[in-house]
């Protein structure tokens, strides 16, 4: 079934049929115009009456390109009516430049070598395929009218001394031809050119136009998740408080069985906030802007100690050994929260990911131009042809959401934007059943980089 076309592709097309139009008046017009001048002239003897009919057929032709672009602005066309109609003008030009060439002497004409407009603007919109299989048209046509013409299947119409005519035998009748054809050849040529490639710009700056109001409007939803998330952040956390109050026994004695519903009660509420967190760093990560711009010298020693006294907890529920090696006096260009994102997703899935009783640990080493940070667990591991997607938002590997229910699949894409705004690079190495590495390569401190490292 024909899908109508957007209108704002149909605007689109309709400015490059608006172009080609103008491109069809200026050619009739020089058809037209040089065939009345040789007329005139009396240079060469040609069909004249066949030679004016073709030419009023492909103004009126035009004139009807012309309507139909003007009907479209009314109604917009289906896809393929745009396609055909495109294919339309194409086959009518090269039928009736082949024609004007044909009755004009044929190869002798040096206008012949006019058809290579028809390609340029065929390639301006149709695909390559369609591009060479025109080409394979043209040069069966010529071939064929050629090897015709050789064997005297049709008559040849000659330009130069048809009829022993001593104008055309003439120097000018000789060269004028000749020059001419040259002369537009390098004119149309240097238009043709000049305006593709102003059309290719202008399209090049309405791409970036729409890229910025897209990147616009992403940011602008990363702000509301943002803001939306902060504020279900606050009630959620004050009701884990209560649990936990509840549970401290702060809210008086509770029989067993009610606190018992209140630890699942808290559990639920902690995967809820652990969401929410992970949701709030997304967004704050989507609606920063370009990457690699920040800048700032965080000691990486304190920043991984805190990071893992964060995860203790989790650690012990679960008997994992948390180890840190960093060297004292090692320095990266990040900020503490940007940190804090990467070392405590990852640690975070670490743990997650990992059976009772294992150890996880954190290293970091300066190496050249690049600091080497590298989380280590003893887990599960992940399946090799599933590596590749971890990194992708919302994916989760099939182990993952049978081990663990709980997950959005959002950690490590944050990670690897959070790494990427630090402009570094990170990998994954893993063994099913033996454990993963998650490979973080930053950047060097340079010197120009800032005392402190700012702060969210
Ligand atoms: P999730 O919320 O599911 O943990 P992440 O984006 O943090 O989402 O991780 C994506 C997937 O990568 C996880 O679902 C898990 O399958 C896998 N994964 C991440 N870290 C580890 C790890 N340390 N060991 C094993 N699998 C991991």
Redo the contacts with the bound molecule.
Sequence with gaps: MASKIESSEYTELSRVTGWFVVLRWIAFAGVAGTLGAVRLLGLFELPFALLFAITSLLGLLNLSFTAWLRLGRRAVPSRRQTAAFFHAQIVCDFALLFLLVYFTGFLENPFCTFFVFHILMSAFIFSSRVVYAYVGALVAMVTGAFLAEYLGLIPHFQLWSRGGSAAAASYLGQNLPRAAGLVSLLLISAYLITSIKRRLEEKGQRIEVELDRYRNLDKIKSNFILQVTHELRGPIAAVSGYHQMLLRGLGGESPPKSLDIVRKAEHRTDNLLTIID?MIDYAYMKSQGEVGRVRGRLPLRGAIEENLELLETQAAAKRITLAANCPKDLCVSATRDLLKIILG??VH??I???PPGGRVSVTAQGEGREVHLLVS?Q????EPE?LDK?FEEF???R???QL?RD???????IVKRAVESLAGRMSVY?ELGKG?T?HIFLPALEATDEQDPDHR
């Design positions: 992970e997703n990852l899935n670490a997650k990911y990992s667990d887990g599960y591991g992940i599933e971890i994916y989760r590997t182990a993952a959401r663990e997950g959005t699949g959002l950690g490590l894409p893993s993963s998650f």
